[in-house]
């Protein structure tokens, strides 16, 4: 079984190459983020090297940054694609069924082999919720101990999930922000290498995979892609997956990247100058409620190169197309349905026409939240 292609790493502020001694997830000279470059893409036929005896992650392995000695014992990614007529063609991407319920296993399993492959025996990650379940549900299969930084705010059944996963979770009163702070300080004080997914590059390693599958499922077809946008780690993993592709010679022109955020977290869409007419943060989102995402400037780019935009939803939005979306089947988070949420906004604002195939990527499942689910939809005057 041969390595992956050669890579490198560089810093995205003063472009240095960082020579992977021991486990990094910025650049400490600049604070600048880092990202992982794969050389000669264009000598490379995409097709001639999926490892075709899997139909998950391990496929792709060729352009993972890991060695496949050490990836997590349980297999991550694979996920359907399920089509519907919903004025356009939509395609929902049903990611949250990965072992976790989120798309975030495919970042933990990449991040995870590489710091098993680097010898350490502890992380450190913060989150909202359900990359913290990812972590530690996949940490437990490597036999690496787990310190979780989340909100205390966050839904009830994600943290009663993490524990019952056996992390060591810590609670922490505030913003999404004050738990990154919480979470740094540990590993400053030498509590397990800080592996957060708001920087680290591997995670986003983990998540372009999303569009090698969408590019096997669908071919050169998609016009546009909608997801939620909070660190925009999904967002810049798919990117940089169709960037490869492109790169390879297997499409032409990458799809159009739209970026959803919920009503008070729009940092990106302000900065694209797109105003929205009420300050209240939204309630429902808890996976995107980020005011200042570390990769901004990556993600203004990876728009403006796809001729892409950004969207704003409100709670009142995320509920009707909860609704919906149970109706049809997926039992999905509030944060996942903001991205069907903006679809039928776009739709109706002919943003989006009627011939457009368009990718709805399904990021959370609805059943870590029942209690959320519950309230939201049965007891809401929304
Ligand atoms: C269900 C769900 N969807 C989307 C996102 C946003 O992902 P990212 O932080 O990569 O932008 C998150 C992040 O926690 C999430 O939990
Ligand atoms: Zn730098």
């Known amino acids: 079984m041969g390595d992956c292609l050669k890579y490198s790493i560089q810093c995205s502020k003063c472009r240095s190459e960082i020579e992977l001694r021991e486990w990094v997830w910025k650049h400490t000279e600049c604070n600048g983020t880092l990202n992982i470059e794969f050389k000669g893409l264009e000598n490379i036929r995409f097709s001639n090297i999926l490892r075709k005896e899997y139909n998950d992650i391990r496929r792709y392995m060729e352009l993972l940054p890991v060695k496949q000695e050490y990836v997590p014992k349980i297999p991550v990614g694979g996920t359907p694609l399920a089509k519907r007529h919903l004025g356009a063609n939509v395609y929902f991407k049903m990611d949250y069924l990965n072992p976790s319920g989120s798309f975030k296993d495919r970042g933990a399993y990449i991040t995870l082999a590489k710091v098993k492959e680097l010898g350490c025996q502890e992380i450190i990650e913060d989150s909202s919720g359900n990359a913290g379940i990812a972590f530690s549900l996949l940490a437990r299969t490597a036999g690496i101990k787990a310190?979780?930084?989340?909100?205390?705010?966050?839904?009830?059944?994600?943290?009663?999930?993490?524990?019952?996963?056996?992390?060591?979770v810590v609670?922490?009163?505030g913003s999404r922000e004050d738990v990154n702070k919480e979470a740094l300080k540990a590993e400053r004080k030498g509590k397990g290498v800080y592996v957060g997914h708001w920087w680290n590059p591997f995670f986003i390693e983990g998540l372009k995979t999303i569009a090698y599958e969408l590019w096997e499922q669908l071919g050169e077809k998609i016009d546009y892609i909608f997801t939620p946008v909070g660190s925009g780690g999904l967002f810049l993993g798919i990117f940089k997956g169709f960037l490869e592709l492109k790169n390879m010679g297997a499409i032409p022109t990458i799809p159009k990247l739209v970026a959803v955020q919920a009503q008070g977290y729009c940092s990106l869409c302000e900065k694209l100058g797109l105003s929205y007419e009420t300050k209240e943060r939204s309630k429902l989102a808890d996976g995107i409620m980020i005011l200042k995402p570390p990769r901004l400037s990556e993600i203004i780019n990876a728009i403006r190169e796809t001729e892409g935009f950004c969207v704003v939803v409100s709670d009142k939005e995320i509920v009707l197309a909860l609704k919906e979306l149970i109706n049809m089947g997926f039992i999905?988070?509030?944060?996942?349905?903001t991205a069907y949420a903006a679809f039928k906004k776009s739709f109706s604002e002919k943003l989006v026409g009627e011939s457009s195939n368009v990718v709805i990527v399904l990021t959370g499942s609805g059943l870590k939240v029942?209690?959320?689910l519950n309230s939201v939809i049965f007891r809401s005057n929304l």
Do not use: M, Q
């Not at 979780?148 to 060591?168: D, Q, S």
């Not at 999905?332 to 349905?337: I, K, N, R």
């Open 370 to 372: 029942l209690d959320k």
């Open 171 to 173: 609670e922490v009163e």
């Open 147 to 168: 310190n979780i930084y989340i909100p205390k705010k966050a839904p009830e059944g994600k943290k009663r999930f993490l524990k019952l996963l056996g992390a060591n």
């Open 332 to 337: 999905v988070e509030p944060t996942s349905a």
